[in-house]
């Protein structure tokens, strides 16, 4: 079931995500609104997702991006697509992503409400 801008909760995320410390960690953790998520960025754009794996809760910001941009788990390296969260080696566990949305003050995050 999709989701529309308007069902969402947005909160500011970061004033300028291009500045973030990219050069040090592929994928950076925030907790907003006392939820943790992480943050990425592949080919330009950024990506949103539950900070702990579905699978048995390893932390996903410890992972790393594969060459065809899915998010690999740190612990049994179960692999997850960024655009849709879907568990894409098979096992079944799906990930949960947020939407984001770039403003003139920032970009935003959106949680169900
Ligand atoms: S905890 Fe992530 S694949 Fe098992």
Known sequence: MS???KE???HL???DPKNLPWDQQAILSFTIHEKTICLTQQDGKFYAFQALCPHAGAPLKDG???AKGNIVCPLHHYKFC???G???TGQGYD???YALEMRADGL???FRK
């Open 3 to 5: 989701t529309t801008p």
């Open 8 to 10: 969402l909760d947005w």
């Open 13 to 15: 995320l970061t004033e």
């Open 64 to 66: 790393y991006i594969d």
């Open 82 to 84: 960024l655009s849709n």
């Open 86 to 88: 879907r568990n894409c």
């Open 95 to 97: 990930m949960r992503v």
């Open 108 to 110: 935003y995050v959106g």
